[in-house]
């Protein structure tokens, strides 16, 4: 309740959310994809537990990222890339 009310003719995302939404989800994906490799190749034995692992690691690498983006966004802590 600290802040005015948007104006009536403005977007509820805006082009500047628009971008950080974008490049958080760059982030997020690159992060959940590195998790991937490091469980399959660098990790892993090269077996199917190495899928295993991989899948579980990238699985948990998204849903750690998109916790902490609510987090952040909830307490509007701004991050400037």
């Known amino acids: 309740m600290d ?4 104006d ?11 971008i ?4 958080q989800s760059i982030g997020l994906t ?6 991937y490799r490091l469980g399959y190749s660098v990790i892993g034995d ?4 190495s899928l295993h692992l991989a899948r579980t690691l ?3 690498t998204l849903i750690l990222g998109e916790m902490l983006r609510a987090l952040l966004i909830k307490n509007r802590i ?3 890339l």
């Open 58 to 60: 990238a699985f948990v």
């Open 30 to 35: 690159i992060a959940v994809l590195v998790a």
């Open 78 to 80: 701004k991050i400037y």
């Open 46 to 49: 090269g077996t199917e537990n």
């Open 20 to 23: 950080a939404l974008g490049l």
């Open 3 to 6: 802040h005015k009310p948007r």
């Open 8 to 18: 009536k003719d403005e977007p509820i995302i805006n082009r500047r959310m628009m």
